[in-house]
């Protein structure tokens, strides 16, 4: 697999051609961000963890037959995907009130969701992401009906797999987000990375706080916090 160039690259992540028109490699970078990007640092190591995390949580989501761009991991920070056209939505999956949620509907932290709650937020830094209904995806034609049913469809099996390994580990899946891709044939899968960056993980038993809120309000070192998830899930496996 040849690596050509560049093809796109984002805030934590570039994309790169191979000599196959199919396939992507991802990088994953040291830069963090929050808030739209108002709050930047590089943290050293950070690529490594979430490139390792995010290809675990590929790995097992394949094996239980999600459908993922996720081929394979192919170095410290690189793994190779299959090319897909992203669905301009971020689907939030959220199993207990963290974040955004609790200032903005002024829910209580920690209220759980039963059954989970899934959001849509509109992928578009300049207007800082809003939150969005269906009915705007479908107005914007963003994505078909169909398309909507299966992500929901999608976002909750991805929560139960990864609710209930983690939990076996001691982690609480407090809350994700998902971004999908269509394949050429129309299909739709899992793209972008699940890590701590785009997941809310609470030790079970500590609460203690081992994802991005890290860096957002300054709960201590991020790479303590990737550390100890990678540590975690590598032994549940
Ligand atoms: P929120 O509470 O800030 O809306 O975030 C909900 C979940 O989505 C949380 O696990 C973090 C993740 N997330 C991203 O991955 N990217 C983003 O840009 C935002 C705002 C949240
Ligand atoms: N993804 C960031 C966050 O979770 C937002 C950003 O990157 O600007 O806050």
């Known amino acids: 697999m040849e690596k050509l160039e560049k093809l796109y690259e984002g805030k934590a992540k570039v994309l790169y051609k191979t000599d196959d028109s199919d396939k992507l490699i991802a990088y994953f970078k040291d830069s963090a961000?929050?808030?739209?990007?108002?709050?930047?640092?590089?943290?050293?190591?950070?690529?490594?963890?979430?490139?390792?995390?995010?290809?675990?949580?590929?790995?097992?989501?394949?094996?239980?037959?999600?459908?993922?761009?996720?081929?394979?991991?192919?170095?410290?920070?690189?793994?190779?995907?299959?090319?897909?056209?992203?669905?301009?939505?971020?689907?939030?999956?959220?199993?207990?009130?963290?974040?955004?949620?609790?200032?903005?509907?002024?829910?209580?932290?920690?209220?759980?969701?039963?059954?989970?709650?899934?959001?849509?937020?509109?992928?578009?830094?300049?207007?800082?992401?809003?939150?969005?209904?269906?009915?705007?995806?479908?107005?914007?034609?963003?994505?078909?009906?169909?398309?909507?049913e299966r992500m929901k469809e999608l976002a909750l099996k991805v929560n139960e797999i990864l609710g209930r390994f983690l939990k076996e580990q001691g982690i609480l899946l407090v809350d994700f987000k998902l971004e999908f891709g269509r394949r050429p044939d129309g299909s739709i899968v899992v793209a972008d990375e699940i890590s701590p960056d785009t997941c809310r993980l609470w030790d079970e038993k500590t609460g203690e706080r081992l994802d991005k809120d890290r860096f957002r309000f300054d709960l201590g070192d991020l790479i303590e916090g990737y550390m100890k998830v990678l540590k975690k899930i590598e032994k549940g496996e």
């Open 33 to 148: 961000t929050a808030f739209d990007a108002l709050k930047k640092a590089t943290i050293e190591g950070k690529g490594v963890l979430n490139n390792k995390i995010a290809s675990f949580f590929f790995e097992l989501l394949n094996r239980e037959g999600i459908p993922t761009h996720f081929i394979k991991q192919i170095s410290d920070r690189e793994m190779l995907v299959y090319r897909v056209e992203i669905i301009p939505v971020e689907v939030v999956v959220r199993n207990i009130a963290a974040g955004s949620i609790v200032k903005r509907l002024g829910i209580k932290e920690k209220t759980e969701f039963k059954p989970p709650l899934i959001e849509f937020y509109l992928k578009n830094d300049e207007l800082h992401d809003p939150i969005i209904c269906k009915e705007h995806v479908l107005a914007m034609k963003l994505a078909s009906e169909d398309e909507i």
